[in-house]
């Protein structure tokens, strides 16, 4: 473990704000970082801080000073050979989230100024780079086949499951990992929970599309090994031989005892030229009579549906000249009775001869009848010709459907002197079907006499294959998580022990199907949402968190080498029942239970170190040497996340 990378751990958390110095809060590496203060100073927005530069999707950090003055978040981290600085910038007002961020990376980083940040990348593309630091390899969980979810891969943000407790989840009896009370989340956690706890091979993406490969490899081999033996079986070459005997390729009273007589008997066959297996009888029809026929019947059909169209089109203008010669006549005739008046220059009316300029001259009305009764004979004049034009489309369209009859019946009867053609063309049909089958016979024949080699390459295939399915089976990935937690348990078991729990003394132990631990008291399992005490559910979240870290340190797993842990001492002194403005907590036994936890904390980093980082925010200061010189900031006295200057 000594030479072994550390994975990411945070050097600096930066905030920037306009026309300020940026606001750097500084922490070591590879030991216990303490952050104490008062209430309302900023301790619990480190970690909606640190977990938004990291990627997270929605922008949680409290309403207040530090939005309202805070323009960037930026993270200084160290994987123990290279730098990396992330920045991602504060949304908008109207905004949840932004995907704008800065990153920059080498063995020694400055942190930037303001002026220095710009957009250089999103922060989907700087998680990506996070996470090949943090040492996540190419990975991928196959939900079991009744299930219907997706494929997923671990990314950082999985791994994050592990690094955050905050003060809403470090002693709620529910859940026990961080994002674990959304259940998409869950789930992927209990997906990926294998891949980080190192009971899935680190090749395994590799030895899946291996195993994908040797499948495919299997079928074809097997594929072919069948063809050779189904083609050359003794049934087949019988089955052969008597449909060679049915078409004709061979006499009809051939008979024979062996197959390998059956077999020298097709290869006769196949010695001979195709032409003569199969008879060269002129099967084509007159395709020049049916396409000549075809042609006159689409010509037939397309001037049967013009000539339909112009006598539809004469007989509406008929009918039209009808109306009008009715209408012409009716207005003759009224005309007409003109001539029972007398003949005058003068308006007047026609009954009581009294002057009136109302009625039109008589001369006019004389006018209108000539001008009618010209129009009149002009259209009795051209009727007789437009009849005679209908009488004669009426022919031509009645000779046009006598014609197709007479071409139907003429493709009739050539489509009935075809059937004997196609018949023949059926028998020499079968017959070349047969002989393809006899080559292909005869071409897999010797490779049944010398198939062992395939047969052999197919059984090994076979067992790799099952060595691979062995290896990837789900069976398999179970058993190494349950190894991997028995390992654990022990661990829990005797920190739960050292915090003196309620049920310490039997076994502890974490249960990945449900996400959290698990008391195996005589009475039988006692999960931790039944334990009851704001105690005892801190303490079973400390002591799996704790030996997961430790877990992953030790087997060098790409899960961040930091926790983060949001005031963990809360549960026994809530902070306004604090003694004094010091933050030293009373001298009682909740005293002492905060001090064996701060010890248990403090011992598993110094003895992990310099792999392991936990970062922790406190109401509490104690007065121990080993705390206070954990103690990184002080926030109180004004003192806070944001300076004074500032607001």
Same mark, same amino acid.
């Given at each position: 473990?000594?030479?072994?990378?550390?994975?990411?751990?945070?050097?600096?958390?930066?905030?920037?704000?306009?026309?300020?110095?940026?606001?750097?809060?500084?922490?070591?590496?590879?030991?216990?970082?303490?952050?104490?203060?008062?209430?309302?100073?900023?301790?619990?927005?480190?970690?909606?801080?640190?977990?938004?530069?990291?990627?997270?999707?929605?922008?949680?950090?409290?309403?207040?000073?530090?939005?309202?003055?805070?323009?960037?978040?930026?993270?200084?981290?160290?994987?123990?050979?290279?730098?990396?600085?992330?920045?991602?910038?504060?949304?908008?007002?109207?905004?949840?989230?932004?995907?704008?961020?800065?990153?920059?990376?080498?063995?020694?980083?400055?942190?930037?100024?303001?002026?220095?940040?710009?957009?250089?990348?999103?922060?989907?593309?700087?998680?990506?780079?996070?996470?090949?630091?943090?040492?996540?390899?190419?990975?991928?969980?196959?939900?079991?086949?009744?299930?219907?979810?997706?494929?997923?891969?671990?990314?950082?943000?999985?791994?994050?499951?592990?690094?955050?407790?905050?003060?809403?989840?470090?002693?709620?009896?529910?859940?026990?990992?961080?994002?674990?009370?959304?259940?998409?989340?869950?789930?992927?956690?209990?997906?990926?929970?294998?891949?980080?706890?190192?009971?899935?091979?680190?090749?395994?993406?590799?030895?899946?599309?291996?195993?994908?490969?040797?499948?495919?490899?299997?079928?074809?081999?097997?594929?072919?090994?069948?063809?050779?033996?189904?083609?050359?079986?003794?049934?087949?070459?019988?089955?052969?031989?008597?449909?060679?005997?049915?078409?004709?390729?061979?006499?009809?009273?051939?008979?024979?005892?062996?197959?390998?007589?059956?077999?020298?008997?097709?290869?006769?066959?196949?010695?001979?030229?195709?032409?003569?297996?199969?008879?060269?009888?002129?099967?084509?029809?007159?395709?020049?009579?049916?396409?000549?026929?075809?042609?006159?019947?689409?010509?037939?059909?397309?001037?049967?549906?013009?000539?339909?169209?112009?006598?539809?089109?004469?007989?509406?203008?008929?009918?039209?000249?009808?109306?009008?010669?009715?209408?012409?006549?009716?207005?003759?005739?009224?005309?007409?009775?003109?001539?029972?008046?007398?003949?005058?220059?003068?308006?007047?009316?026609?009954?009581?001869?009294?002057?009136?300029?109302?009625?039109?001259?008589?001369?006019?009305?004389?006018?209108?009848?000539?001008?009618?009764?010209?129009?009149?004979?002009?259209?009795?004049?051209?009727?007789?010709?437009?009849?005679?034009?209908?009488?004669?489309?009426?022919?031509?369209?009645?000779?046009?459907?006598?014609?197709?009859?007479?071409?139907?019946?003429?493709?009739?009867?050539?489509? #009935?002197? $075809?059937?004997? @053609? =196609?018949? &023949?063309?059926?028998?020499? !049909? %079968?017959? +070349?079907?047969?002989?393809?089958?006899?080559?292909?016979?005869?071409?897999?024949?010797?490779?049944?006499?010398?198939?062992?080699?395939?047969?052999?390459?197919?059984?090994?295939?076979?067992?790799?294959?099952?060595?691979?399915?062995?290896?990837?089976?789900?069976?398999?990935?179970?058993? #190494?998580? $349950?190894?991997? @937690? =028995?390992? &654990?348990?022990?661990?829990? !078991? %005797?920190? +739960?022990?050292?915090?003196?729990?309620?049920?310490?003394?039997?076994?502890?132990?974490?249960?990945?199907?449900?996400?959290?631990?698990?008391?195996?008291?005589?009475?039988?399992?006692?999960?931790?949402?039944?334990?009851?005490?704001?105690?005892?559910?801190?303490?079973?979240?400390?002591?799996?968190?704790?030996?997961?870290?430790?877990?992953?340190?030790?087997?060098?797993?790409?899960?961040?080498?930091?926790?983060?842990?949001?005031?963990?001492?809360?549960?026994?002194?809530?902070?306004?029942?604090?003694?004094?403005?010091?933050?030293?907590?009373?001298?009682?036994?909740?005293?002492?239970?905060?001090?064996?936890?701060?010890?248990?904390?403090?011992?598993?980093?110094?003895?992990?170190?310099?792999?392991?980082?936990?970062?922790?925010?406190?109401?509490?200061?104690?007065?121990?040497?080993?705390?206070?010189?954990?103690?990184?900031?002080?926030?109180?006295?004004?003192?806070?996340?944001?300076?004074?200057?500032?607001?």
């Amino acid at each position: 473990m000594g030479s072994a990378p550390l994975s990411i751990q945070i050097l600096d958390i930066v905030l920037y704000a306009k026309d300020r110095h940026p606001r750097v809060l500084s922490l070591q590496p590879g030991r216990l970082n303490i952050i104490t203060g008062d209430s309302k100073t900023g301790k619990s927005a480190l970690i909606s801080i640190v977990d938004y530069c990291l990627g997270s999707g929605s922008y949680q950090v409290p309403h207040g000073v530090i939005r309202g003055h805070v323009v960037w978040y930026g993270l200084r981290l160290t994987d123990g050979q290279t730098q990396h600085f992330v920045a991602r910038r504060a949304p908008d007002a109207n905004r949840q989230s932004t995907t704008d961020a800065y990153y920059a990376t080498g063995s020694s980083l400055a942190i930037p100024s303001l002026e220095q940040l710009d957009i250089t990348t999103n922060i989907d593309t700087v998680v990506e780079r996070l996470g090949v630091a943090t040492g996540i390899a190419l990975n991928r969980h196959d939900p079991p086949e009744h299930q219907t979810r997706a494929p997923l891969t671990a990314t950082l943000r999985h791994a994050l499951a592990y690094v955050f407790q905050p003060q809403t989840e470090i002693s709620q009896p529910g859940f026990l990992f961080h994002g674990q009370n959304d259940t998409w989340f869950a789930q992927a956690i209990k997906d990926t929970f294998p891949y980080f706890l190192g009971a899935v091979e680190e090749d395994y993406v590799a030895k899946a599309a291996q195993l994908k490969e040797l499948r495919r490899e299997l079928r074809a081999q097997e594929q072919a090994l069948t063809r050779i033996e189904t083609l050359t079986s003794d049934n087949s070459i019988a089955s052969l031989v008597s449909e060679a005997r049915d078409v004709g390729l061979l006499a009809a009273d051939y008979v024979s005892e062996l197959p390998s007589e059956d077999m020298a008997t097709l290869q006769t066959i196949m010695a001979r030229p195709l032409a003569e297996q199969v008879d060269d009888t002129s099967t084509a029809i007159d395709q020049a009579e049916l396409t000549r026929l075809n042609d006159r019947r689409t010509e037939l059909r397309r001037d049967l549906h013009r000539l339909d169209d112009e006598l539809k089109a004469m007989i509406e203008l008929r009918n039209e000249e009808n109306a009008y010669t009715h209408e012409t006549s009716e207005q003759v005739s009224r005309l007409e009775s003109i001539g029972l008046l007398k003949p005058s220059d003068e308006n007047h009316c026609p009954l009581c001869q009294q002057p009136s300029d109302r009625f039109p001259l008589y001369a006019e009305l004389g006018a209108e009848l000539r001008a009618a009764s010209a129009q009149l004979a002009a259209v009795r004049r051209s009727t007789p010709g437009l009849d005679a034009l209908v009488v004669e489309k009426t022919r031509e369209l009645e000779q046009v459907r006598v014609a197709l009859q007479e071409n139907w019946d003429t493709l009739e009867a050539v489509r #009935r002197s $075809d059937q004997r @053609l =196609s018949a &023949l063309r059926d028998s020499a !049909t %079968r017959r +070349a079907m047969v002989f393809g089958r006899i080559s292909a016979t005869l071409d897999s024949y010797p490779s049944r006499q010398d198939s062992s080699d395939l047969r052999a390459y197919v059984a090994d295939l076979a067992q790799r294959i099952k060595l691979l399915e062995t290896e990837l089976s789900d069976e398999t990935v179970r058993e #190494r998580v $349950d190894s991997c @937690l =028995s390992r &654990l348990s022990e661990r829990m !078991t %005797r920190w +739960a022990t050292f915090l003196e729990l309620e049920h310490s003394g039997v076994p502890f132990r974490l249960d990945r199907r449900k996400l959290e631990v698990i008391a195996d008291a005589e009475s039988g399992p006692i999960p931790m949402s039944a334990m009851g005490s704001g105690a005892n559910w801190l303490g079973c979240h400390l002591i799996a968190h704790l030996a997961l870290h430790e877990w992953f340190v030790r087997r060098e797993r790409p899960v961040p080498r930091f926790l983060f842990l949001d005031q963990p001492s809360q549960v026994y002194f809530p902070a306004e029942t604090h003694a004094g403005t010091d933050g030293e907590l009373p001298q009682d036994e909740d005293r002492l239970a905060v001090v064996r936890i701060f010890e248990l904390i403090d011992n598993l980093v110094k003895d992990l170190a310099p792999h392991m980082q936990i970062i922790m925010t406190e109401h509490a200061d104690l007065n121990e040497t080993w705390f206070q010189d954990a103690v990184t900031e002080r926030w109180r006295n004004g003192a806070a996340l944001i300076p004074l200057d500032w607001q």
